[in-house]
C-alpha cells in the first residue's frame, strides 16, 4: 500500500507562485508513475501533469496538460519519497483542489492511478 499526503496548498495572488509537495509512505514510489490532477469547483477531475518511474536505467520524462505547459513543473526527489509541483504565474482558473496520485504508466486517464491523496487546496485571487 502507498499513502499519499499532499501539502502547500493556499491563496495565492494572480501571477504568484506555490510549490505543492506528495510525501509518499508505505513503500518506495522510485517505480512507480506519479501524477498531479485536479479539480475546480462544479468541475470534473483533470490531469495536470505526470512523471515517469525513477527507475535509473529509464530516461525520466514529463508530461502536462496544454493548460499549465510552460507555467508548472513536477518533479520527484526519490530520497525523500517524495513529489512536487512547482506551479508559477498562477491564475484564477488554476484555483482547484490538487491531487496527487501513483500509476503504472504515464497517463491523462485517472483509471491509470492506483493510489490518490486526500488533496491540497489552491486558490488564485484576482
Known amino acids: 500500500q502507498v499513502q499519499l499526503v499532499e501539502t502547500g496548498g493556499g491563496l495565492v495572488q494572480a501571477g504568484g507562485s506555490l510549490r505543492l509537495s506528495c510525501a509518499a509512505s508505505?513503500?518506495?514510489?522510485?517505480?512507480?508513475?506519479m501524477g498531479w490532477f485536479r479539480q475546480g469547483p462544479g468541475k470534473e477531475r483533470e490531469f495536470v501533469a505526470a512523471i515517469s518511474t525513477a527507475i535509473s536505467w529509464i530516461t525520466t520524462s514529463t508530461y502536462y496538460a496544454d493548460s499549465v505547459k510552460g507555467r508548472f513543473t513536477i518533479s520527484r526527489d526519490n530520497a525523500k519519497n517524495t513529489i512536487y509541483l512547482q506551479m508559477n504565474s498562477l491564475k484564477p482558473e488554476d484555483t482547484a483542489a490538487y491531487y496527487c496520485?501513483?500509476?503504472?504508466?504515464?497517463?491523462?486517464?485517472?483509471?491509470?492511478?492506483?493510489?490518490w491523496g486526500q488533496g491540497t487546496q489552491v486558490l488564485v485571487s484576482s
Open positions: 508505505g513503500r518506495s514510489v522510485s517505480s512507480y508513475t
Open positions: 496520485a501513483a500509476g503504472r504508466k504515464p497517463s491523462s486517464s485517472m483509471n491509470e492511478y492506483d493510489y
